[in-house]
């Protein structure tokens, strides 16, 4: 089995400060691990991904990410908050062992950067 | 968004008519996948393709079908069956572990049933 929990339905922050949007996963083994945003009525974008290797992961538009296999978390951070970056934010987990191709998604979490 | 088109993005059925959703990627991957997004809960797969003609079912099938005749090809179906239709639906494909399933997503298409 495997699933994600993003255990924040909303996240505030100020433009130009720092954020971080939670993701915890569980999977029998080892994980793939992704990041999207979606804008209003828009498909989703892929941010970043980790598969192997170094835990900071770093993607697009300034996101990076921190895989943590001890605490099973993937939390998506960037240094300095836009207004821009108000979206909707998912995690995805793959098991590496799976054989079937499809992610699980998290219920998603929103990003509101005010001005 | 690109390489996978959904048609129409907004799309308007009477209750009680199937209607189909059309999903097409010049991507060449292998995969591809049905999402029905509601708000405040997500994504949740309908149905799944890894194969030209071979298709499984997700989470949440019932009242909803598929067909994969083509690779570049996965058309969703909403049935009368379907007792909830009004939702949000995004197409994605990948392929495999060339590029470790990371999904691409269509604009989606936006359906209202009444």
């Known amino acids: 089995a495997q699933s994600v929990a993003q255990p924040e339905d909303q996240v505030n922050v100020a433009e130009g400060n720092p954020l971080t949007v939670k993701c915890t996963y569980s999977?029998?083994?080892?994980?793939?691990l992704f990041w999207y945003v979606q804008y209003p009525n828009r498909g989703l974008q892929f941010l970043l991904k980790y598969i192997t290797g170094d835990n900071l992961v770093k993607g697009s538009y300034g996101f990076e990410a921190e895989f943590n296999k001890s605490q099973t978390s993937f939390h998506l951070k960037k240094p300095s908050a836009l207004v821009s970056d108000s979206a909707l934010y998912f995690c995805a987990v793959r098991a590496v062992s799976n054989s079937g191709y499809a992610l699980n998604f998290g219920k998603g979490t929103s990003l509101l950067v005010t001005p | 968004d690109g390489g996978i088109t959904q048609s129409p993005k907004y799309l308007f059925r009477k209750e009680g008519q199937n209607v189909t959703l059309s999903c097409e990627q010049n991507l060449n991957h292998d995969a591809m996948y049905w999402y029905r997004q509601d708000p405040g809960q997500g994504l949740r797969l309908i149905y799944y393709?890894?194969?030209?003609?071979?298709?499984q079912k997700g989470d949440i099938a019932e009242g909803y079908s598929v067909s994969r005749e083509k690779k570049e090809s996965f058309p969703l179906t909403v049935t009368s069956a379907q007792k909830n239709p009004t939702a949000f639906y995004l197409c994605a494909s990948s392929t495999g572990p060339r590029s470790s399933y990371e999904q691409y997503f269509g604009p989606g298409t936006r359906l209202t049933v009444t």
């Open positions: 393709s890894q194969i030209v003609n071979d298709f």
């Open positions: 999977v029998s083994g080892n994980p793939y």
